[in-house]
């Protein structure tokens, strides 16, 4: 990989510590037994029993070791120099693969089952097959056939899948089937695809055919222009699918926590829950006219929260109601999908006052804000 160039260092440096805490968050909280695996190996402190990351800079990720042999302060040095952020952690993840090859030991840690997860993701070339709208700020696109054919199925209830569109400008995808995120960092910026995550709502195998709700929001994002002039025959490829729901075993209820981006899942879950499990739902949108269908049952309570006319992912509506709710049974699973802040908000009040570890929760920012693009103080 070639060195960066001064100009482009400094702004990923700045972006570093922009991003400072959310990347922290991460490597201590969503990956902290993956970054005690690299402190023991890597730093050569295999007695350490707890390994914190303080810092990530341009240099590496600065770690904090604690064992029965006392403290120590040591930096890993990262595999391969940062050209981008968002590659940050793919070379944590090639640190995490050195640091077993190196440790001789068995056991899977949090990455490890990213990347197990990851190698069977795959690229689905498809076309636009119908386009419906559902309401005045939601349309349902529908694609069939192709890629579709061959193998594809859901994950789980809040199956997503990212949406490779052509690069703006352009109508004809620049990508195939072999689509790799590595390959597409090294493609020209004038060829490289664009596109956002939206979650499966429906999937017909007998027809090769889903259905993705996506909110209608302008020309603020690629995707979101695309969806505004999608057309039958449009040429699209979807790579996936994910899931982050994962409940373990003995969980006794749920809460659900969504705005709009995040109610095609919960309408799914709803759906596929076993009948009569404790669910309560907290769901926020424009106004009573762009709520979504949902299951219902004596089992579901929905509590809607409307903005009336507060532009979207600038409320604290969806943590002011959760924060509201009575302490839930210890053996609750919490899932959620909506703006950033407002789900770093949500899972820190059932993380930090509930109490609820974090297999239990699965909270997951849809997208962000313009507002918080810089905001430090998110964790998705």
């Not at 995808?173 to 499966?200: C, H, K, N």
């Not at 969980?251 to 709803?270: C, F, Q």
């Not at 604290?316 to 789900?343: F, I, N």
Request: hydrophobic share 40%.
């Amino acid at each position: 990989m070639p060195e960066a160039p001064a100009d482009a260092t400094t702004t990923i440096a700045e972006q570093l510590a922009a991003q400072q805490v959310m990347l922290l968050e991460t490597l201590n909280g969503l990956y902290d037994d993956a970054t005690l695996l690299v402190g023991r190996i890597l730093c050569d402190r295999r007695d350490a029993t707890v390994a914190t990351a303080r810092s990530v800079t341009l240099d590496g990720i600065e770690l904090h070791l604690t064992g029965p042999d006392g403290d120590d302060v040591a930096t890993v040095p990262l595999p391969a120099p940062l050209n981008h952020l968002d590659e940050l952690f793919l070379l944590f993840f090639a640190l995490v693969i050195e640091a077993r090859e190196r440790s001789g030991e068995e056991g899977t840690t949090s990455v490890e089952q990213v990347i197990a997860s990851a190698s069977g993701y795959r690229t689905f070339l498809t076309s636009v097959s119908a386009v419906e709208d559902v309401n005045p700020h939601l349309r349902q696109v529908t694609f069939q056939g192709g890629g579709l054919t061959d193998g594809f199925a859901p994950v789980g209830p809040d199956t997503f899948l990212y949406l490779l569109l052509p690069p703006p400008g352009r109508t004809e995808l620049t990508i195939g089937a072999d689509f790799s995120w590595e390959a597409a960092r090294s493609m020209p910026p004038e060829d490289q695809p664009v596109g956002a995550y939206y979650t499966l709502r429906r999937w017909r195998p007998e027809e090769a055919e889903l259905d993705i709700l996506m909110v209608l929001h302008g020309d603020t994002g690629p995707a979101s222009a695309w969806a505004e002039r999608v057309a039958v025959g449009d040429e699209v490829a979807l790579w996936g699918p994910r899931t982050s729901w994962s409940p373990p075993a003995g969980t006794d209820s749920y809460l659900l926590v969504a705005d709009e981006t995040g109610l095609p899942a919960v309408a799914v879950i709803l759906e596929t829950l076993p009948a009569g499990v404790p669910t309560q739902v907290v769901a926020e949108v424009d106004d009573i006219s762009t709520r979504q269908e949902l299951p219902s049952g004596d089992h579901i309570t929905v509590t809607w929260l409307h903005r009336d006319g507060a532009e979207a992912g600038t409320t604290t509506a969806l943590a002011d109601t959760v924060r509201s709710l009575p302490q839930p049974s210890a053996a609750t699973y919490v899932w959620g999908g909506a703006e950033s802040r407002a789900v770093t908000q949500v899972r820190r009040h059932v993380r930090d006052t509930w109490g609820l570890p974090k297999d239990q929760v699965s909270l997951v920012g849809y997208w962000r804000h313009r507002a918080h693009e810089h905001d430090p103080d998110l964790e998705d």
